[in-house]
């Protein structure tokens, strides 16, 4: 008997809408086959998409099976749920290579070796591009109502838009979907679809096509969308993207992202995020409450995430980095973190031989860097203890620069009162 894992995410607040109330029950009394879709419109997935993953996960630690869907079929269509304007199309080379790149990360989550039920990973391209299109518009398009369609939320903004509009190819999208459903189904007894609420018509559909042609039962249940205490929504592709890819997003600035997670959402987040239990996320709520500069919380957050995606030893390094950002700890980071670390630091390069070239070799680089308009304020501000260098203070503007005080042999961290940094790189 499977765990009664509907309970539980009513609890993390992973429930939003259900189909039918029903489902509860049946999913207490049998294990259910479950499905959620990713299309590959970029090379890796964002933490927008985590929530659904970990959704799968905890269906599959419950005695589900999950199957994670790979939208190679539609990825080459894209969906227009509540999308301003279309989706840029992508060629079939880059919709195949997104593909083998989630197709890692979904690995990386799911135990796809589990001895009664293990998880699925599949590419609706499989299927999507063989449907010889007058067999697809007579098997399924007479299923769909134009008046229904037209009526979703997700797609009647972009049909009011005289300038937008939708195309034929994106309002096909939620057909392509809905058989989506219709094929897991028939190939792996399918019946349940989750997703985020913006998902909500396009997972009604599928469910609807499978009584009409299968007179069964088939259910949908979604997910809030997120949205941070500042009214922000966590975006799966637009600015401003956190990737579960390591080269895109490093795992330090990955670790920096939960970390700064404000007082308000953590709570949320750990729910969402992590499988810690009630017990320990209230604990962690009562700190933040409590002692909210500790940070104890957004720090457990951090380290648990992180730890998923990218393994102890990058938690063990980006706390490490983390603490090395103000500290003379610096000097001891490698090339690649030190890099991380400060990704976000205006850098700038000069010549080695700017190092010994004058008695005042340092305060000379921190002008012609930008750090200081004038050596004279550069002089002053040195002397007044408001300048570091590798984030070790320096009161005298004639500290003779030398090859012992370079960062990985080729770097130099200056730093102005406790926000300004420069990352200078020899050339």
Known sequence: MPQDVFDQLEW????????????????????????CGFDPT??????????????????????????????????????????????????KEEIESNVEQIRAQLARLLDFEAPNNAALLVNNADWLTKLPLTDFLREVGKHFSVNTMIARDS??????????????????YMLLQSYDFLHLFDSCGCRLQIGGSDQWGNIVAGADLIRRKRAVQAFGLTSP???????????????G????????????????????????????????????????????????????????????LASEVTAMLHGEGEVEKAAKAAKAFFGEEIAGLDEKTLLDVLADAPSFEIARSALGASPEALVDIAVTCGLFPSKGAARTD????????????????????????LLQDRYLLLRRGKKTHLLVRLV
């Open 12 to 35: 993390r607040g992973l429930v939003h809408q259900v189909t039918d109330p029903s489902l509860r029950e049946q999913m207490k009394a049998e294990p259910f086959t479950l499905y």
């Open 225 to 239: 969308l997120i949205v941070r205490a500042d009214g922000k929504k966590m975006s799966k592709s637009e600015g």
């Open 155 to 172: 797609v009647r903004a972009r049909l009011e838009d005289r300038e937008q509009g939708i195309s034929f190819t994106e309002f096909s």
């Open 42 to 91: 970029a090379p890796s997935l964002t933490t927008a998409h985590l929530m659904q993953i970990l959704s799968l996960r905890r269906m599959q630690i419950a005695g589900h099976t999950p199957v994670a869907v790979a939208g190679g079929g539609t990825g080459l269509i894209g969906d227009p749920s509540f999308k301003e304007s279309e989706r840029p199309l992508l060629s």
């Open 241 to 300: 993207a956190v990737w579960l890819d390591g080269k895109q997003t490093s795992p330090y600035a990955f670790y920096q992202y939960w970390f700064n997670t404000a007082d308000a959402d953590v709570g949320t987040f750990l729910r969402y995020y992590t499988f810690l239990d009630s017990d320990e996320i209230e604990d962690l709520q009562e700190q933040v409450a409590t002692d909210p500069s500790a940070r104890v919380a957004q720090r457990k």
């Open 382 to 405: 040195i002397q007044g203890g408001g300048f570091y260098l590798n984030n070790r203070r320096v009161i005298d503007p004639g500290y003779q620069l030398s090859e012992v005080d």
